[in-house]
Nanobody
């Protein structure tokens, strides 16, 4: 069971940091990804980080603005989002998997319920 937090409403250019924690599993043993889904749109990959934290992956749309990180000592993963744009508005989901293809949501085994991010212009 994964739990996301940190969503909210901000104006364009603002920042938010999302957190992903596990209530039943040791998150440090899994790769973690963030995905998002806007109304009427398919779920899309945002970012991923492997277990060690040394390898990260980003969608082109968020490169240079978003940073994924993790703290394995407290089993939490983060998504720092800067310079937010209205098109970043979506429900953001964290997911975890043992052996992932970063952009492929089907390779993740555990998902959170999502947290809403709304960016106004």
């Amino acid at each position: 069971q994964l739990v996301e937090s940190g969503g909210g409403s901000v104006q364009a250019g603002g920042s938010l940091t999302l957190s992903c924690a596990s209530s039943h599993r040791t998150l440090s043993t899994y790769a973690v990804g963030w995905f998002r889904q806007a109304p009427g749109m398919e779920r899309e990959f945002v970012a991923a980080i492997l277990r060690s934290g040394r390898n990260t992956y980003y969608a082109d749309s968020v490169k240079g603005r978003f940073t994924i990180s993790r703290d394995n000592t407290i089993n939490i993963a983060y998504l720092q989002m800067n310079n937010l744009k209205p098109e970043d508005t979506a429900v953001y989901y964290c997911a975890a998997g043992a052996s992932i293809t970063p952009e492929d949501g089907r390779s993740y085994h555990f998902w959170g319920q999502g947290t809403q991010v709304t960016v106004s212009s």
